[in-house]
């Protein structure tokens, strides 16, 4: 069984940056792909970004491309989100999450994630 927890969360201006990271524990997390997921009150659960294993084979929504930069650390069993640019239509709760499904890659299915973090909250102040 696998545990995340997220932190990293908090308010911030549009425009500028955070960083999320997810902690694992009791798994081999290296052997994980990893992803991070977003909630906004009163809209469903969407993909933002996700990292294989290994993390050389990413993916990320569009509407994050080119803002967002997920990574790990495997000797730290720790998943990072970086969040620049910020806009406030990013303003959720992000969670993380772990599947051992590594034949899909860096997935955007949620229902494919086995283990979910509690969420961390991001308020982008306009």
């Known amino acids: 069984q696998v545990q995340m927890v997220e932190s990293g969360g908090g308010l911030v201006q549009a425009g500028g940056s955070l960083r999320l990271s997810c902690a694992a524990s009791?798994?081999?997390?290296?052997?994980?792909?990893t992803g991070w997921f977003r909630q906004a009150p009163g809209k469903e659960r969407e993909f933002v970004a996700a990292?294989?294993?290994?993390?050389?084979?990413?993916n990320y929504a569009d509407s994050v491309k080119g803002r967002f930069t997920i990574s790990r650390d495997n000797a730290k069993n720790t998943v990072y989100l970086q969040m620049n640019s910020l806009k406030s239509e990013d303003t959720a709760d992000y969670y993380c999450?772990?599947?051992?499904?590594?034949?899909?890659?860096?997935?955007?299915?949620?229902?494919?994630?086995?283990?979910w973090g509690q969420g961390t909250q991001v308020t982008v102040s306009s």
């Open positions: 990292i294989n294993w290994g993390g050389g084979s990413t």
């Open positions: 999450a772990a599947t051992a499904r590594l034949d899909l890659g860096p997935s955007p299915l949620p229902s494919i994630y086995n283990y």
């Open positions: 009791g798994g081999t997390f290296s052997s994980y792909t």
